[in-house]
């Protein structure tokens, strides 16, 4: 049976990850997306999935840590972002980080060699025609004018948005070994890691507090009136931190704990720069946390008073880019469909929530609850218990509306994290409660149990149990 097919506006992690998802469900999808005829102020290829910002996917920890649960079920749910992934990772301790480049090359060749799947390279400046039926909006934190324009027309409600900061990236062979050192915190190894997959600089406090100053009085970009909008606390640029205390940097991006100098053991650092392997090939290593704002010529001046990088050279310079999100919880249903226009969805950045792997997720969704529907079945939502349902349940409805200021929700970009999960019981220790630490980490343990199994059962999978055991 032939289908008619789904139209895709984006094509970023999430309508990547949505237009594969509708493919392997056995419907065509045409996957619309503007570079190739016109560029964003970010992006610097025309690759799909294009990593704009870090290398990250962040913690591949899925028993301890809420991304890397995310990232359990993403597997489970065969992504092709994690699949790509997977398949293109660099050492960085206990994070999954990936060649940005072989990434890209790696989503972009899965996409163009599905036979479901067409790739157009077009700017669609409205919103999808209603003849289009079902359709998804994954234009990601970069949305064309246009396109905004008409979301807000459409809806009747301002898009909000924030600033996200880009950090900067350096040729490792300007990196000063006789400063610098190889180590993870706490010696942590992560996937293809050893535990020694970061370059550390050192600081001691004089240097740290010189440092503070100039990140302070730097020269930074500046803002347009219309451009007035609040960061995600979750990607503040280094200046801004330092400028909210003396000691936040120490405490943040810059915390000296879990490691040692190698070159001066018995001294430890009052503050430590990380730096991250970039590509493949080690020859690119990202700045930890140091996305930024300030001016070009003062990031260079400022970064290379940090020990070890006197002499850095940069790949890429930080630099800033508009993130706009719709006022999810008010305009979009359970299945991520916009209200009032039956089959139109949004997935990815441009729902509200935050980071590469979230935005796959979202576009996961997005992508089988439009199979679903173009193959007359209901969509099935993901249990609030998974990280999938956690993830869809904040940017669909998990707000609450203020005395203060009613019909407004408190709706702000999120990554996942366990306060998204309904709670759970922690188990006991021989019989007793357990406290501190020890209870965190059941409760945690707990939550991420919990998730897997429901997301397999919502998959249709075997419990894991029935598997070991055959």
């Not at 970061?198 to 347009?224: H, S, W």
Request: hydrophobic share 40%; proline share 6%; with cysteine.
């Amino acid at each position: 049976m032939s289908h008619k097919p789904i139209h895709v506006v984006g094509g970023g992690l999430a309508g990547s990850e949505a237009a594969w998802q509708i493919a392997q469900a056995g419907v065509p999808v045409i996957l619309h997306e503007m570079r190739g005829v016109r560029g964003t102020e970010a992006h610097k290829t025309d690759g799909l999935a294009e990593l704009v910002c870090s290398n990250s996917f962040r913690s591949d920890d899925a028993e301890n840590n809420a991304v890397g649960l995310l990232h359990a079920e993403l597997r489970l749910a065969n992504s092709l972002i994690m699949a790509s992934g997977d398949a293109n990772q660099v050492p960085a301790g206990g994070a999954l980080a990936v060649d940005r480049d072989g990434f890209s090359a790696a989503v972009t060749a899965k996409l163009e060699a599905h036979p479901l799947v067409t790739i157009v390279r077009e700017e669609i400046a409205g919103l999808p025609p209603t003849e289009w039926d079902q359709a998804i909006i994954a234009t990601g934190p970069l949305t064309a004018p246009s396109l905004a324009e008409a979301i807000r027309a459409a809806t009747g409600a301002d898009a909000l948005a924030f600033f996200d900061a880009i950090a900067p990236i350096v040729h490792f062979d300007s990196i000063d070994l006789d400063k610098a050192w190889f180590q993870s915190r706490y010696d942590k190894p992560g996937p293809g890691g050893t535990g020694k997959d970061y370059l550390n600089c050192p600081m001691d406090r004089a240097q740290y507090e010189a440092f503070v100053q100039a990140l302070i009085d730097g020269m930074k970009t500046e803002f347009k009136e219309w451009e007035g909008t609040p960061y995600f606390d979750g990607c503040l640029p280094i200046e801004v931190m330092a400028e909210r205390g003396p000691e936040t940097l120490r405490h943040g991006p810059m915390k000296p704990i879990g490691l040692t100098n190698a070159h001066e053991p018995t001294i430890k650092p009052y503050a430590v720069v990380q730096l991250r392997m970039d590509n493949a090939l080690g020859t690119l290593y990202n700045m930890v946390g140091f996305q930024t704002k300030l001016k070009h010529g003062e990031q260079t001046r400022i970064f290379r008073m940090i020990p070890g990088l006197e002499n850095a050279e940069f790949a890429r310079l930080g630099g800033l880019h508009r993130n706009t999100y719709i006022n999810s919880p008010t305009l979009l249903d359970g299945s991520l469909q916009l209200k009032g226009r039956p089959g139109l969805r949004f997935a990815g950045q441009i729902t509200g929530c935050e980071g590469y792997v979230e935005s796959a997720s979202i576009g996961l969704l997005a992508g089988r609850f439009a199979a679903a529907e173009r193959l007359g079945k209901a969509a099935s939502l993901p249990p609030a218990t998974t990280a999938f349902g956690a993830l869809l349940n904040h940017i669909t409805g998990g707000h609450i509306v203020t005395d203060e200021e009613p019909g407004k929700r408190s709706f702000q970009p999120m990554n996942v994290n366990f306060g998204l999960f309904p709670p759970v019981e922690a188990p006991k220790a021989d019989g007793k409660r357990m406290r501190g630490k020890d209870k965190t980490v059941a409760k945690r343990r707990a939550v991420t149990a919990r998730a897997i199994a429901d997301c397999r059962a919502w998959l249709g999978m075997q419990p894991a149990a029935a598997l070991a055991a055959e």
